[in-house]
DNA sequence: CATCTGTGTCCAATATACCGTACATGTGAT
DNA sequence: ATCACATGTACGGTATATTGGACACAGATG
């Protein structure tokens, strides 16, 4: 990532990367681990993990849980978290935008950002739907993966793009290949319509919908989407769009915007 | 702070628990600053400063916000804490206990804990009162001047708590003293009785209570706690000491519990 | 003009953080 | 008993992270 920058072999890793490193596996996890599956499962020194561990565990930054040694995000990660939530003060605005969405389209609704150099559901509203069509809230997901995506990396240059992108996210779950230029090409589109729409290339059954939520520097600093079965989708597209952009403007102003001025 | 274990003077300090010194000053401030005055402010060398907050800001750790180069606490740690909270899920039945303590009692109610060696407010809400009473959610504060804090370090034996807690806040805002053994007598109390309630020492005219809430190992892991003014307070002493106490019991299993099991 | 403060960059010295390796333990399989 | 494996601890060598100080610049002040 961010912190995979694996030059080449046989350098000695920053406490600092390895530590979030940790930290962000821990989140993809989403369990407590002990410290020596934690080493084998980053590729990093048992020694190096058991050190920074210990450094962690002193700081609150971990936290003993699950027994048997094992560690997960600690409280006073969920403080710092606070304290940002509380700074660049979403979080309100955007649960009632989803609400709007939920009760007008009745569709599974989220609001979406980038998480370095991957994609992240952070808030969701599920649909009224019988069957439950969604990612989880806080996994990362390539960015090529996503309409999303589409939006999220639209300032970008094409180079830029490529370069931020790590190769193997171009590869799809079912192992075909989506071709980076192809990507690109949509990403252009996505920016001058403002939207982006197709069958999700992650399932068969979905259509999604993405419109993008501008912060102050004018680029898409988050998306609102729509996931819906693709015939409702089809069908109600012109409805679903009007729905998300009536939305999206409402939050316009929000992110990135301190709440004490 | 916490992450302060000056053993002595003239230590190189080890970049991780730098890095969470500057993270924890930001959340203190509340707001973006400059390296060159995070620096200064937290008394640490200037060219260490400006490598780790480059070092954090391509991590996501931290952002750059309020122009000038100014940094702040970045998008990463709050994904890294709705992990945690996501995890630890207590938020959804807090919000529940406090919605019920405020109906019930018109007052502020807050769910505070320990961070690190302070206390911080989680969450609350305003009471009904025309006046705010309240000191602001996600301030660390030292322990000896809450009601919660006797609570929240009984499972402490007496020389343990005077370890845990930094000297310099047994000094009160006014600047008077708190003898530290009659700190020990009050948490002692507090412990035997299930509860805590004085006239606050931080100011003069509001009165607390305080009760634990019980982790799965048995001690308080958080206190519920209500501030009201002095007479309301200690006319409805038994009443607001009733509600407490059901709405602690409600959480009881919630803390320290995974959602999915 | 000179001077001072606030800001950010660059650099070399050395204290030490990272890591490989060995050791100690427990558990389960053969 | 012997092996294999998972887990945690201990320790020394060396690559390097941390740090003080030099440098550059801009704005304010006198």
Redesign the pocket.
Known sequence: MDAVQDEAAG??????D??FEILDFLRQKRQAL????IA?QIG?????V???V??LLQNGILEFTGG???VYLGRKLYFLGAAYENHFDFTRECEAALEQLANETRETAQFCMLDGNRYTVVRMREGARPFRISTDVGQSVPIPWTASGRLLVAHLSDQEILNFIPAQDFRLPNGDWLDPQNFIVEVRQAEREGLFTFNSIVDSFTHCFAVPVRGEEGYAAATLCLVTPRDDGIANRDHYLHCLKKAAAGLEHAPARSKRG
């Open positions: 350098k000695r890793a920053r406490g600092l390895r530590a002990k410290p020596n599956e084998a990093a020194p048992r020694s190096s058991y050190e920074l210990n450094l048997e040694g094992r």
